[in-house]
């Protein structure tokens, strides 16, 4: 495993902690992808060949407000915002209308 994963990782559960804190709840969403999964996912113009879930980079946060599900990418933007100030590799998918993808750049890559 690599430092960048770990830090990742730590990251992914401090942003879990916050969502609880702040009176949401979560699950988790995809966070590892195997490269078919990705080639799949590109070839129906849902996602990248190259996505960092098959890195162990990047994950799917689930929020839930009072038993709801949130899905809409502005429900999670200052989720968005607080995982961006952990680390400054860290990306968030609403950029791209993505709002439950949380990410850590490697070598500039984003997604």
Known sequence: MSK???IFA???SKLIQYVFDKGYTCTLG??????EQAKWYA??????????HC???A???MLFK???????????????DYWLTLHPMNRWGGVE??????????NGKNW
């Not at 113009?45 to 996505?51: D, E, F, M, N």
């Not at 009072?66 to 968005?80: E, I, R, V």
């Not at 209308?97 to 490697?106: K, V």
């Open 55 to 57: 890195e162990r980079m």
């Open 66 to 80: 009072n038993g709801f599900w949130l899905t809409q990418t502005k429900d999670y933007k200052w989720l968005g």
């Open 59 to 61: 994950i799917d946060i």
């Open 4 to 6: 960048q994963q770990e």
């Open 97 to 106: 209308g993505d709002g439950n993808h949380f990410s850590m750049s490697t």
């Open 10 to 12: 730590l990251n992914v």
């Open 43 to 52: 070839e129906q113009g849902i996602g990248s060949a190259t996505s960092l």
């Open 30 to 35: 995809e966070a590892l992808r195997t490269k």
